[in-house]
Protein backbone atom coordinates (compact mmCIF):
# COMPACT_ATOMS: atom_id res chain seq x y z
CA UNK A 1 0.00 0.00 0.00
CA UNK A 2 1.70 3.32 -0.86
CA UNK A 3 1.85 5.59 1.23
CA UNK A 4 -0.99 8.69 0.82
CA UNK A 5 1.24 11.72 -0.81
CA UNK A 6 0.83 14.84 1.18
CA UNK A 7 -2.05 17.61 -0.28
CA UNK A 8 -0.64 19.95 -3.03
CA UNK A 9 -0.23 23.80 -1.74
CA UNK A 10 0.32 26.70 -3.16
CA UNK A 11 2.41 29.37 -2.10
CA UNK A 12 0.51 32.75 -2.81
CA UNK A 13 3.19 35.30 -1.46
CA UNK A 14 6.40 34.03 -1.82
CA UNK A 15 9.28 35.68 -2.69
CA UNK A 16 9.70 35.75 -6.92
CA UNK A 17 11.22 37.53 -9.18
CA UNK A 18 8.56 40.09 -9.44
CA UNK A 19 8.54 41.18 -6.16
CA UNK A 20 7.36 40.34 -2.47
CA UNK A 21 3.39 39.34 -2.44
CA UNK A 22 2.95 37.97 -6.64
CA UNK A 23 0.64 35.09 -6.67
CA UNK A 24 2.05 31.91 -7.75
CA UNK A 25 -0.35 29.55 -9.97
CA UNK A 26 2.20 27.41 -11.22
CA UNK A 27 0.77 24.48 -8.72
CA UNK A 28 -2.86 24.48 -10.53
CA UNK A 29 -4.01 22.44 -13.33
CA UNK A 30 -3.72 24.59 -16.48
CA UNK A 31 -7.46 25.16 -16.96
CA UNK A 32 -7.57 26.56 -13.32
CA UNK A 33 -4.08 28.36 -13.87
CA UNK A 34 -5.66 30.44 -16.72
CA UNK A 35 -8.61 31.18 -15.05
CA UNK A 36 -7.21 32.93 -11.92
CA UNK A 37 -4.75 34.92 -13.63
CA UNK A 38 -7.69 36.33 -15.69
CA UNK A 39 -8.71 36.93 -12.51
CA UNK A 40 -6.40 38.99 -11.11
CA UNK A 41 -6.47 40.76 -13.85
CA UNK A 42 -9.74 41.58 -13.39
CA UNK A 43 -9.10 42.47 -9.86
CA UNK A 44 -7.03 45.89 -11.05
CA UNK A 45 -9.51 46.59 -13.75
CA UNK A 46 -11.60 49.38 -13.50
CA UNK A 47 -15.12 48.98 -12.29
CA UNK A 48 -17.95 48.62 -15.11
CA UNK A 49 -19.83 51.09 -13.58
CA UNK A 50 -19.64 53.58 -11.12
CA UNK A 51 -22.38 55.26 -8.71
CA UNK A 52 -23.17 58.24 -10.87
CA UNK A 53 -24.36 55.83 -13.13
CA UNK A 54 -26.62 53.74 -11.28
CA UNK A 55 -30.46 53.83 -11.69
CA UNK A 56 -31.02 55.61 -8.27
CA UNK A 57 -28.71 58.06 -9.46
CA UNK A 58 -30.18 58.79 -12.57
CA UNK A 59 -33.76 58.66 -11.17
CA UNK A 60 -32.20 61.65 -8.84
CA UNK A 61 -30.83 63.64 -11.69
CA UNK A 62 -34.24 63.37 -13.17
CA UNK A 63 -36.46 64.64 -9.94
CA UNK A 64 -33.93 67.45 -9.25
CA UNK A 65 -34.37 69.03 -13.49
CA UNK A 66 -38.23 68.29 -13.28
CA UNK A 67 -37.95 70.18 -9.89
CA UNK A 68 -36.00 73.04 -11.37
CA UNK A 69 -38.53 73.31 -14.59
CA UNK A 70 -41.27 73.43 -12.22
CA UNK A 71 -39.73 76.48 -10.23
CA UNK A 72 -39.35 78.38 -13.43
CA UNK A 73 -43.63 77.57 -14.32
CA UNK A 74 -45.52 80.62 -13.83
CA UNK A 75 -49.55 81.90 -14.82
CA UNK A 76 -51.50 84.46 -15.76
CA UNK A 77 -55.03 82.54 -14.97
CA UNK A 78 -58.31 84.89 -16.10
CA UNK A 79 -61.15 83.86 -18.22
CA UNK A 80 -63.87 81.77 -17.85
CA UNK A 81 -63.73 79.17 -14.40
CA UNK A 82 -63.81 75.83 -14.89
CA UNK A 83 -65.53 72.91 -13.44
CA UNK A 84 -64.10 69.63 -13.42
CA UNK A 85 -65.75 66.43 -12.03
CA UNK A 86 -63.33 64.38 -10.78
CA UNK A 87 -64.73 60.63 -11.49
CA UNK A 88 -64.58 56.77 -12.07
CA UNK A 89 -67.11 53.69 -10.88
CA UNK A 90 -64.59 51.65 -9.88
CA UNK A 91 -63.14 52.50 -6.43
CA UNK A 92 -59.83 53.02 -5.28
CA UNK A 93 -58.13 54.47 -8.45
CA UNK A 94 -56.94 57.83 -6.88
CA UNK A 95 -60.54 60.02 -7.16
CA UNK A 96 -59.97 61.56 -3.97
CA UNK A 97 -56.14 62.04 -3.98
CA UNK A 98 -56.02 63.32 -7.41
CA UNK A 99 -58.88 66.00 -6.54
CA UNK A 100 -56.78 67.48 -3.79
CA UNK A 101 -53.69 67.20 -4.99
CA UNK A 102 -54.27 68.60 -8.43
CA UNK A 103 -56.47 71.30 -6.61
CA UNK A 104 -53.42 72.42 -4.35
CA UNK A 105 -51.30 72.37 -7.11
CA UNK A 106 -53.11 74.68 -8.90
CA UNK A 107 -53.48 77.00 -5.92
CA UNK A 108 -49.70 76.71 -5.09
CA UNK A 109 -49.33 78.27 -8.68
CA UNK A 110 -51.55 80.80 -8.07
CA UNK A 111 -55.05 79.69 -8.98
CA UNK A 112 -58.05 80.01 -6.65
CA UNK A 113 -59.21 76.75 -6.50
CA UNK A 114 -62.78 75.43 -4.66
CA UNK A 115 -63.01 71.62 -4.03
CA UNK A 116 -66.73 70.11 -3.72
CA UNK A 117 -66.47 67.32 -1.39
CA UNK A 118 -69.39 65.04 -2.60
CA UNK A 119 -68.00 62.06 -1.05
CA UNK A 120 -69.81 61.40 2.02
CA UNK A 121 -66.79 59.74 3.19
CA UNK A 122 -65.47 63.36 3.93
CA UNK A 123 -62.04 62.05 2.73
CA UNK A 124 -61.02 65.17 0.77
CA UNK A 125 -62.10 67.58 3.39
CA UNK A 126 -59.55 65.59 5.60
CA UNK A 127 -56.80 66.09 2.69
CA UNK A 128 -57.63 69.56 2.98
CA UNK A 129 -57.48 70.01 6.58
CA UNK A 130 -61.29 71.47 6.73
CA UNK A 131 -63.15 70.30 9.72
CA UNK A 132 -66.45 68.07 8.72
CA UNK A 133 -67.91 66.89 11.72
CA UNK A 134 -71.82 66.18 11.95
CA UNK A 135 -72.84 69.81 13.11
CA UNK A 136 -71.00 71.84 10.72
CA UNK A 137 -73.01 73.00 7.62
CA UNK A 138 -71.68 70.84 4.40
CA UNK A 139 -72.60 69.91 0.95
CA UNK A 140 -76.05 67.94 2.34
CA UNK A 141 -77.49 71.33 3.63
CA UNK A 142 -76.90 72.84 0.12
CA UNK A 143 -78.34 69.83 -1.70
CA UNK A 144 -80.82 69.23 0.71
CA UNK A 145 -81.94 72.47 2.51
CA UNK A 146 -80.74 74.91 0.02
CA UNK A 147 -78.06 76.33 1.95
CA UNK A 148 -76.38 78.99 -0.43
CA UNK A 149 -72.91 77.53 -0.70
CA UNK A 150 -70.95 80.05 -0.05
CA UNK A 151 -72.48 79.98 4.00
CA UNK A 152 -70.37 76.38 3.78
CA UNK A 153 -67.23 76.86 2.02
CA UNK A 154 -63.81 77.05 4.45
CA UNK A 155 -60.57 78.00 3.28
CA UNK A 156 -58.16 75.29 3.97
CA UNK A 157 -55.03 76.15 6.00
CA UNK A 158 -52.99 74.95 3.33
CA UNK A 159 -53.49 78.11 1.22
CA UNK A 160 -55.54 81.16 0.72
CA UNK A 161 -56.33 79.96 -3.11
CA UNK A 162 -57.53 76.79 -1.90
CA UNK A 163 -61.51 76.97 -0.92
CA UNK A 164 -63.65 73.93 0.40
CA UNK A 165 -67.20 72.23 0.69
CA UNK A 166 -66.92 70.17 2.71
CA UNK A 167 -68.81 66.68 2.92
CA UNK A 168 -70.01 65.15 6.48
CA UNK A 169 -71.91 61.72 7.58
CA UNK A 170 -75.27 63.22 6.75
CA UNK A 171 -74.68 63.51 2.78
CA UNK A 172 -75.16 59.49 2.76
CA UNK A 173 -78.25 59.62 3.40
CA UNK A 174 -79.23 62.85 0.72
CA UNK A 175 -79.45 59.59 -1.85
CA UNK A 176 -82.94 58.64 -0.66
CA UNK A 177 -84.02 61.84 0.45
CA UNK A 178 -82.96 63.64 -3.09
CA UNK A 179 -85.47 61.47 -4.84
CA UNK A 180 -88.31 63.31 -3.81
CA UNK A 181 -86.89 66.54 -4.43
CA UNK A 182 -87.74 69.25 -7.14
CA UNK A 183 -85.22 69.29 -10.35
CA UNK A 184 -83.04 66.51 -8.16
CA UNK A 185 -80.09 65.81 -10.37
CA UNK A 186 -79.94 69.92 -10.71
CA UNK A 187 -79.49 70.86 -7.35
CA UNK A 188 -75.52 71.33 -7.13
CA UNK A 189 -75.73 73.01 -10.30
CA UNK A 190 -78.04 75.79 -9.43
CA UNK A 191 -75.71 76.24 -6.04
CA UNK A 192 -72.93 76.70 -8.10
CA UNK A 193 -74.20 78.94 -10.48
CA UNK A 194 -75.62 81.22 -8.07
CA UNK A 195 -72.25 80.94 -5.99
CA UNK A 196 -70.12 81.92 -8.74
CA UNK A 197 -72.72 84.95 -9.78
CA UNK A 198 -72.24 86.29 -6.15
CA UNK A 199 -68.28 86.33 -5.44
CA UNK A 200 -66.25 88.91 -5.25
CA UNK A 201 -63.36 86.93 -6.02
CA UNK A 202 -63.63 84.75 -9.21
CA UNK A 203 -62.38 81.28 -9.23
CA UNK A 204 -60.23 79.60 -11.57
CA UNK A 205 -61.25 76.14 -10.82
CA UNK A 206 -63.87 74.23 -9.16
CA UNK A 207 -63.03 70.42 -8.71
CA UNK A 208 -66.03 68.02 -7.48
CA UNK A 209 -64.86 64.84 -5.69
CA UNK A 210 -67.57 61.85 -6.63
CA UNK A 211 -68.16 59.02 -4.70
CA UNK A 212 -67.60 55.59 -6.23
CA UNK A 213 -71.24 54.99 -7.72
CA UNK A 214 -73.78 56.53 -9.93
CA UNK A 215 -76.22 57.68 -7.84
CA UNK A 216 -77.96 61.04 -7.81
CA UNK A 217 -74.52 62.77 -5.68
CA UNK A 218 -72.55 61.59 -8.94
CA UNK A 219 -75.61 62.68 -11.02
CA UNK A 220 -75.36 65.98 -9.83
CA UNK A 221 -72.09 66.63 -10.19
CA UNK A 222 -71.92 65.61 -13.62
CA UNK A 223 -74.99 68.27 -13.82
CA UNK A 224 -72.79 71.11 -12.67
CA UNK A 225 -69.34 70.77 -14.49
CA UNK A 226 -68.54 70.79 -18.45
CA UNK A 227 -65.22 68.80 -18.10
CA UNK A 228 -64.67 65.42 -16.86
CA UNK A 229 -61.34 64.02 -15.47
CA UNK A 230 -60.71 60.16 -14.86
CA UNK A 231 -57.80 59.11 -12.89
CA UNK A 232 -57.50 55.73 -14.08
CA UNK A 233 -55.45 52.84 -12.28
CA UNK A 234 -52.58 50.93 -14.15
CA UNK A 235 -54.46 47.16 -13.69
CA UNK A 236 -56.72 45.40 -16.00
CA UNK A 237 -60.08 46.25 -13.99
CA UNK A 238 -59.74 49.71 -14.57
CA UNK A 239 -60.36 49.74 -18.16
CA UNK A 240 -63.67 47.75 -17.53
CA UNK A 241 -64.83 50.35 -15.46
CA UNK A 242 -63.68 53.25 -18.02
CA UNK A 243 -66.24 51.49 -20.58
CA UNK A 244 -69.11 51.29 -17.67
CA UNK A 245 -68.06 55.05 -16.99
CA UNK A 246 -68.04 56.33 -20.68
CA UNK A 247 -71.59 54.39 -20.98
CA UNK A 248 -72.95 56.43 -17.94
CA UNK A 249 -71.53 59.81 -19.71
CA UNK A 250 -73.47 59.42 -23.16
CA UNK A 251 -76.29 58.90 -21.03
CA UNK A 252 -75.82 62.48 -18.92
CA UNK A 253 -74.75 64.33 -22.13
CA UNK A 254 -78.39 63.12 -23.57
CA UNK A 255 -80.48 63.80 -20.86
CA UNK A 256 -79.24 66.37 -18.74
CA UNK A 257 -76.18 68.32 -19.57
CA UNK A 258 -74.79 68.60 -23.24
CA UNK A 259 -71.98 70.36 -22.59
CA UNK A 260 -70.15 67.24 -20.85
CA UNK A 261 -67.33 66.28 -22.28
CA UNK A 262 -64.34 64.00 -21.36
CA UNK A 263 -61.28 66.70 -21.06
CA UNK A 264 -58.82 64.79 -19.43
CA UNK A 265 -57.81 61.47 -18.16
CA UNK A 266 -55.10 60.81 -15.63
CA UNK A 267 -52.78 57.57 -15.39
CA UNK A 268 -52.01 56.71 -11.20
CA UNK A 269 -50.68 54.93 -9.18
CA UNK A 270 -47.93 53.66 -12.45
CA UNK A 271 -45.39 50.96 -11.62
CA UNK A 272 -42.90 51.16 -14.71
CA UNK A 273 -41.64 48.03 -13.24
CA UNK A 274 -44.09 45.77 -14.17
CA UNK A 275 -44.97 45.47 -17.93
CA UNK A 276 -49.07 45.55 -16.84
CA UNK A 277 -48.81 48.85 -15.93
CA UNK A 278 -47.03 49.65 -19.24
CA UNK A 279 -49.68 47.80 -21.10
CA UNK A 280 -52.42 48.96 -19.58
CA UNK A 281 -51.28 52.94 -20.10
CA UNK A 282 -50.36 52.12 -23.87
CA UNK A 283 -53.90 50.65 -24.37
CA UNK A 284 -55.54 53.89 -22.65
CA UNK A 285 -53.10 56.14 -25.03
CA UNK A 286 -54.10 54.28 -28.34
CA UNK A 287 -58.04 54.83 -27.11
CA UNK A 288 -57.70 58.48 -25.82
CA UNK A 289 -54.76 60.14 -27.21
CA UNK A 290 -55.52 63.71 -26.87
CA UNK A 291 -57.26 63.26 -23.29
CA UNK A 292 -54.92 61.11 -21.68
CA UNK A 293 -51.98 63.17 -19.90
CA UNK A 294 -48.51 62.77 -20.31
CA UNK A 295 -47.75 63.02 -16.97
CA UNK A 296 -48.43 59.70 -15.12
CA UNK A 297 -48.53 59.38 -11.07
CA UNK A 298 -46.04 56.90 -9.52
CA UNK A 299 -46.99 54.93 -6.32
CA UNK A 300 -45.73 57.11 -3.85
CA UNK A 301 -45.46 56.20 0.09
CA UNK A 302 -46.03 60.28 0.59
CA UNK A 303 -48.99 60.64 -1.10
CA UNK A 304 -50.00 57.84 1.15
CA UNK A 305 -49.03 59.46 3.94
CA UNK A 306 -49.74 62.43 3.57
CA UNK A 307 -53.67 62.60 4.37
CA UNK A 308 -52.96 61.17 7.50
CA UNK A 309 -51.28 64.52 8.70
CA UNK A 310 -54.49 66.53 7.50
CA UNK A 311 -52.32 67.61 4.09
CA UNK A 312 -51.68 67.11 0.55
CA UNK A 313 -48.43 65.42 -0.63
CA UNK A 314 -48.19 69.26 -2.11
CA UNK A 315 -47.95 70.63 1.61
CA UNK A 316 -46.29 67.20 3.61
CA UNK A 317 -43.44 66.90 1.04
CA UNK A 318 -43.32 69.40 -1.92
CA UNK A 319 -39.97 67.76 -3.24
CA UNK A 320 -41.04 63.92 -3.44
CA UNK A 321 -41.75 62.16 -6.47
CA UNK A 322 -45.49 62.56 -5.99
CA UNK A 323 -45.82 66.13 -5.84
CA UNK A 324 -43.69 67.01 -8.20
CA UNK A 325 -45.76 64.15 -10.79
CA UNK A 326 -49.14 65.96 -9.43
CA UNK A 327 -47.92 69.57 -9.84
CA UNK A 328 -46.09 68.58 -13.43
CA UNK A 329 -50.30 67.03 -14.46
CA UNK A 330 -51.55 70.67 -13.03
CA UNK A 331 -48.99 72.39 -15.34
CA UNK A 332 -49.79 69.95 -18.36
CA UNK A 333 -54.00 70.75 -17.40
CA UNK A 334 -53.56 74.68 -17.49
CA UNK A 335 -51.00 74.48 -20.84
CA UNK A 336 -53.47 72.18 -22.95
CA UNK A 337 -56.37 75.10 -21.72
CA UNK A 338 -54.23 77.49 -23.20
CA UNK A 339 -53.13 75.85 -26.36
CA UNK A 340 -56.56 74.94 -26.59
CA UNK A 341 -57.83 78.69 -26.66
CA UNK A 342 -55.15 79.78 -29.01
CA UNK A 343 -56.25 77.39 -31.95
CA UNK A 344 -59.76 78.64 -31.35
CA UNK A 345 -58.46 82.46 -31.58
CA UNK A 346 -56.51 81.67 -34.80
Known amino acids: VSKPQPARTTDVSRETDEGVGSLDYSGMVPERQEFMVAESENLTAPAPFSIDDSPIARELADLTSRRKALEAV?????GKTRVLTISNQK???????????????????????????????????TALGVPHTAEIPSVYDVLIDEFPL??????????????????????????IELVSQVAREHRLRTALDDYLAASTERLDFVFI??????????????TAAEELMIPIQCEYYALE??????GSIRMIQKH?????????????MYDGRTRLAQQVAEEVRSHFPNEVLHTVIPRSVRVSEAPSFGQTVIAYDPQSVGAVSYREAAVELVRRQE???????H
Do not use: W, Y
Open 256 to 268: LNPALHLSTILLT
Open 150 to 175: ADIVQTSPESPNLLCAPSTIHLAGAE
Open 91 to 125: GGVGKTTTTVNMASALASLGARVLVIDLDPQGNAS
Open 209 to 222: DCPPSLGLLTINAF
Open 74 to 78: SFEFS
Open 339 to 345: SAMKEEA
Open 241 to 246: GLSQLL
